[in-house]
């Protein structure tokens, strides 16, 4: 008996169906990722585009940018920190007070937008270095340090402000930042690279996987996703292509928010150093269990330091949006409930108040689930304190949700 048996490695066939079935075998056993955070989304804008029709005209589309452009951008900071476990609570004065600073630069001296803006990132850096020195080095909890530095910062707001005094920011180039539109044409330029640029990730990411043998997501899938996000992302751009101005006459009013490419930016960045470097792989790391990543010879210490950096740098730039936004900084600015809700985003979004759990994703969709209840409860007319009430509830359902889903997933086998 003769017979020529010719090693093959056989590779499983990827189908749509064995994903979709994988899918749901994955969120049955506790990991729903953004899920939640998106059928949320969908489930408040068709209420509220049922009772207040105004909620989908392309006016108040830009609106929800602008509106929620600061929260969002503090909240992609405080994941980083929120992957460790750890907390932040100083991150919305933390803006105020670089935002102090940058309207101090410009109106009290005159500085060019480049060195003020430069120098109040600077100042977020330095603050966040502080805070995670005082958590790494010194061993003080995170809540207790940010909570006094919670206290700090708004004295040094006021300080900043001379105590009240509303600092106007006149500089064109930091007001466009939350005021101006991109031309529509630019804004279809950057909606076809941002389609091309997620086809080609994908694609290459699958090319790679094949490669090495590994079960590969197959080209409709692939095909189905970016199709999916070209409707989208099309149908926001046509709608804030469309003019919003009552009297266009005097003054047109259609575009991309600048905002926007910025958010697109930074997701992009934050992302990719997440998913991408040994840095993000080992802030996962240290997230899951400190002291096995200690033992296994990760520098614990330092991925602390450098998630605090860059929560503080990134409440940095949501306070610069802030001051472009309201055109003056003043003692409120970066507080009241601008750190409930950042911190909100972030955890309503998927990220897990216990470490280890998340993506900068999740800031952006949760930042667009707390415009949305915010902007579509101003519409109803319902009061500050509703809001509150309301918003506060979807933030607790999602801290419920997540405590949940965490125990079916350690009851499965999945963590």
Known sequence: MSATLTPDRTVDT?????NTRGYFERVRGGDMGALPAVFGLIVLCTVFAVLRPSFLTSGNFANLFTQGAPVTVIAMGLVF?????????????????????????????????YIAVSTAIAVGVLIGAVLGLLVAKVGIPSFVVTLAAFLAFQGLVLLLVKNG????????????????????????????????????????????????????????????????????????????????SRNELIVSLKGVPMVVPLIVVLLLVWTFVLR??????????????????????????????SAFVICSGMAAIGGIIFASKAASVDPTTGGSTALLYAVGAAVIGGTSLF????????AVLGGAVVAVIENGMGLMGYSAGVKYMVTGSVLLLAAGVDALLRKRAAATGLR
């Open 14 to 18: 990827p189908s749509i169906a064995n």
């Open 81 to 113: 920190v929120l992957l460790l476990g750890e907390i932040d609570l100083s991150a919305g004065f933390a803006s105020g007070v670089c935002a102090a600073v940058l309207a101090v630069l410009l109106t009290g001296q005159g500085l060019p937008w």
């Open 165 to 244: 005094t509303i600092i106007a920011v006149r500089d064109e180039t930091i007001l466009a930042l939350a005021n101006n539109n991109l031309p529509p044409a630019l804004g279809w330029a950057l909606f076809a690279v941002c389609v091309a640029g997620y086809a080609a990730v994908q694609v290459v990411r699958a090319r790679k996987r094949a490669t090495r043998g590994l079960t590969a997501d197959p080209l409709t899938l692939i095909a189905l996703r970016v199709g999916l996000l070209a409707l989208i992302a099309g149908l926001a751009v046509y709608a804030l292509n469309l003019e919003r």
């Open 276 to 305: 991408r470097t040994a840095f993000g792989r080992h802030v996962y790391a240290v997230g899951g269990n400190a002291e096995a990543a200690r033992r296994a010879g990760i520098p614990v210490d330092r991925i602390k330091i």
């Open 355 to 362: 470490g280890g759990k998340g993506r900068v994703m999740d």
